[in-house]
């Protein structure tokens, strides 16, 4: 089997992953409803809403524990994952106070030849 036949055979699964990660993602984001959970506050003798919600997600690049950037060789050799960070943002609002946090939720392992490659990435500066 021919390179070009071995391309045309994984372009759909690579466009999928793609479009994931750059606009199917951030549209599920953007329709989850806001979570509410009452918490009760014995000081004031009620309870306060706790709201949260899903503002964006951001996918990080391949990249080894040391922070430096990995190859899917590299992983292959070290039999690790070729995965990616994943940092979601929330905005969390208790009693009229309004936090935005930011927090990594794990790995995400990437296509090799998508747009999250490290074989098309942009250098990690």
Do not use: W
Not at 29 to 39: A, G, K
Not at 68 to 97: H, K, L, N
């Amino acid at each position: 089997m021919g390179t070009s036949k071995i391309c045309a055979l994984a372009s759909p699964h690579i466009d999928s992953f793609n479009q994931l990660i750059c606009e199917n993602s951030m549209r599920g984001i953007t329709r989850t409803p806001e979570q509410i959970c009452m918490i009760d506050v014995p000081i004031r003798r009620a309870n306060v809403a706790l709201k949260v919600r899903m503002t964006s997600v951001e996918f990080g690049y391949p990249i080894a524990q040391n922070q430096a950037q990995i190859t899917p060789r590299e992983c292959r050799e070290r039999q690790v994952t070729y995965s990616a960070p994943v940092t979601m943002t929330f905005t969390c609002m208790f009693d009229g106070e309004v936090e935005v946090i930011r927090m990594g939720i794990g790995l995400l392992p990437i296509m090799v030849l998508s747009r999250r490659s490290s074989t098309l990435a942009p250098p990690i500066q």
